[in-house]
T-cell receptor, first 115, second 116 residues
Framework: GAVVSQHPSWVICKSGTSVKIECRSL??????MFWYRQFPKQSLMLMAT?????????EQGVEKDKFLINHASLTLSTLTVTSAHPEDSSFYIC???????????FGPGTRLTVT | AQKVTQAQTEISVVEKEDVTLDCVYE???????LFWYKQPPSGELVFLIR??????QNEISGRYSWNFQKSTSSFNFTITASQVVDSAVYFC?????????????FGSGTRLQVQP
């Protein structure tokens, strides 16, 4: 079946530093990937839509200069949280859409803690 | 705009009880997909079902069943003979096709606790 991986699965970083999260579709091509954020005991909220070879589309209220998204290939999208602050601590989940279909597959998530 | 409502924040049942999780959605699209996901404490989303807007047939998969009613914009999920392993947060989600919004809009989730 279609598998999406995320790396790292958890990360602790200091305030002011940047952290990169990778989302990979392991056995299929994904022209579109999505990044969601989930705060404790809350739902998943879409942050941005990442399209291979083009700029990401950000949801209202999400700072594009703070959350840098790069989708350089059909199997990899990265989310970089720049100048992280404690309020960025959250669970970040990506999903990848199988090209040409409406099927999406979620990664296992990355838990970010900013101290 | 699209919206998914899960009015039940938390449900607690005793093992072997049946439980229904409610989901009501709003969309202007005529073509859309509805989903249910399970999120155990590990955080990883477990896909349960996807249903397109043209398929109103109810579905049963083992102890799980889904009731899709377009007339009431509902897509409810029933667990029969619940088990402790069913304890998790369950999310209903919507993906619109006509507007091209392929990302999922999630409900707020229902936390299910199954007591032994």
């Amino acid at each position: 079946g279609a598998v999406v991986s995320q790396h790292p699965s958890w990360v602790i970083c200091k305030s002011g530093t940047s952290v990169k999260i990778e989302c990979r579709s392991l056995d299929f091509q994904a022209t579109t990937m999505f990044w969601y954020r989930q705060f404790p005991k809350q739902s998943l909220m879409l942050m941005a839509t990442s399209n291979e070879g083009s700029k990401a589309t950000y949801e209202q209220g999400v700072e594009k200069d703070k959350f840098l998204i790069n989708h350089a290939s059909l199997t990899l999208s990265t989310l970089t949280v720049t100048s992280a602050h404690p309020e960025d601590s959250s669970f970040y989940i990506c999903s990848a859409r199988l090209s040409g279909t409406y099927e999406q597959y979620f990664g296992p998530g990355t838990r970010l803690t900013v101290t | 705009a699209q919206k998914v409502t899960q009015a039940q924040t938390e449900i607690s049942v005793v093992e072997k009880e049946d439980v229904t999780l409610d989901c009501v959605y709003e969309t202007r699209d005529t073509t859309y997909y509805l989903f249910w996901y399970k999120q155990p404490p590990s955080g990883e989303l477990v896909f349960l079902i996807r249903r397109n807007s043209f398929d109103e047939q109810n579905e049963i998969s083992g102890r799980y069943s889904w009731n899709f009613q377009k007339s009431t914009s509902s897509f409810n999920f029933t667990i029969t003979a619940s088990q402790v392993v069913d304890s998790a947060v369950y999310f209903c989600a919507l993906s619109e096709v006509d507007t091209g919004r392929r990302a999922l809009t999630f409900g707020s989730g229902t936390r299910l606790q199954v007591q032994p």
